[in-house]
Nanobody, 125 residues
Framework: QVQLVESGGGLVQAGGSLRLSCAAS????????MGWFRQAPGKEREFVAA????????SYSNSVKDRFTVFRDSGKNAVYLQVNSLKPEDTAVYYC??????????????????WGQGTQVTVSS
């Protein structure tokens, strides 16, 4: 089993940056693909980024590609999401999640078994 705890959210002006962290516990963390999702009020949870178990492959949604970077540190049992050039439409609760599938192209929330509690990102214009 994997437990996930996100941190690093906050209030930032448009154009600013944040680094979101997801601390994982559980012996099998290094075997999981890790994903980041977000959910804005009144909207469905949407895929943001994912990284495979080894860190060798990543995927991004078109709306964040070239602005967000996902990376992991298996030695620290952590995965990160560097978010740059933030826009007001990036405002949402951001969740990290763990999937037993090996590829980074795991885009559906239903493919993830474990979820964190989320961290709020608010971008002011």
């Amino acid at each position: 089993q994997v437990q996930l705890v996100e941190s690093g959210g906050g209030l930032v002006q448009a154009g600013g940056s944040l680094r979101l962290s997801c601390a994982a516990s559980g012996r099998t963390f290094s075997t999981y693909t890790m994903g980041w999702f977000r959910q804005a009020p009144g909207k469905e949870r949407e895929f943001v980024a994912a990284i495979n178990w080894s860190g060798s492959s990543t995927s991004y949604s078109n709306s964040v590609k070239d602005r967000f970077t996902v990376f992991r540190d298996s030695g620290k049992n952590a995965v990160y999401l560097q978010v740059n050039s933030l826009k007001p439409e990036d405002t949402a609760v951001y969740y990290c999640a763990a999937s037993p599938f090996s590829a980074a192209t795991v885009l559906r929330p239903t493919d993830y078994d474990y979820w964190g509690q989320g961290t709020q990102v608010t971008v002011s214009s």
